[in-house]
């Protein structure tokens, strides 16, 4: 022990040297440490923020690239759509038509077929009214035509022959003038009344039954009759 003191103390001073340099360069050590750390941490940020500006960078030159390629992509796809809509209007307009022609003919055209018939069938009954008033006024002229040819010829019958109408009873219902004038009788005194008031009571009434048989079956009578003016003269017809 003796012989190995001295070494054993010049160790430990030694240590004890080391040591105490050791505390006073440890601060400075963890300085520079630290140091190297923040060195490390602070490249390590910049190239993180190179990558991110790289990365931005390549971001936006995507991006402007998806936005040129998106709105090219619009263009198409709306020109695209600007056709479609313009075929699918001429389309809807195509269809309208047809629709409106098919209702025409569906709904309308009946009505307007009804409407020409029932024009065409006035118009019918107008020339059929046109010609039944042409031939009711060709007829009204020939009726005044014969009813002055009648006139004539009842004017000249009652100035030259007697003329007594009679009803289904034998009553007078019209005499002519020159009836009255010669059995002295007016009108009045022989209207409503057989012709007993003109009889002579000659003939017998088998005769004047045969008489009336005959006129009322629509048979022309010939014969001579005895008559009594109103004054009491006998008149032979």
């Not at 190179?50 to 960078?57: G, Q, R, T």
């Not at 005044?144 to 004539?152: A, D």
């Not at 109408?165 to 005499?175: E, L, N, P, S, W």
Request: aromatic share 10%.
């Amino acid at each position: 022990i003796g012989r190995h003191a001295p070494k054993f103390v010049a160790s430990h001073r030694q240590f004890q040297r080391t040591n105490s340099l050791l505390r006073l360069a440890n601060p400075l050590l963890e300085q520079i440490y630290r140091a190297g750390i923040e060195l490390l941490q602070s490249r390590k940020n910049a190239d993180s923020v190179s990558l991110k500006v790289k990365i931005i960078d390549r971001h936006e030159l995507s991006y402007h690239l998806f936005t040129e390629q998106s709105i090219s992509l619009y263009k198409k796809e709306s020109a695209e759509r600007a056709k479609l809509l313009t075929k699918l209007q001429l389309f809807l307009t195509i269809i309208t038509i047809l629709v409106m022609v098919a209702g025409f003919y569906f709904l309308v055209n009946p009505v307007l077929d009804k409407f020409l018939t029932e024009i065409k069938e006035r118009k019918i009954g107008e020339i059929k009214l046109e010609n039944t008033l042409n031939k009711l006024l060709v007829s009204e002229n020939l009726l005044l035509y014969n009813q002055k040819e009648l006139k004539s010829i009842s004017d000249a019958i009652n100035r030259s022959a007697l003329v007594s109408i009679t009803d289904k009873d034998a009553k007078f219902i019209k005499v002519n003038q020159l009836f009255c004038d010669t059995f002295g009788y007016k009108e009045n005194e022989l209207i409503g009344f057989t012709h007993k008031v003109i009889s002579s009571g000659y003939h017998s009434k088998s005769f004047w039954e045969k008489f009336w048989n005959t006129i009322s079956s629509g048979s022309i009578w010939k014969g001579e009759v005895k008559n009594r003016t109103k004054d009491g003269k006998d008149v032979w017809f």
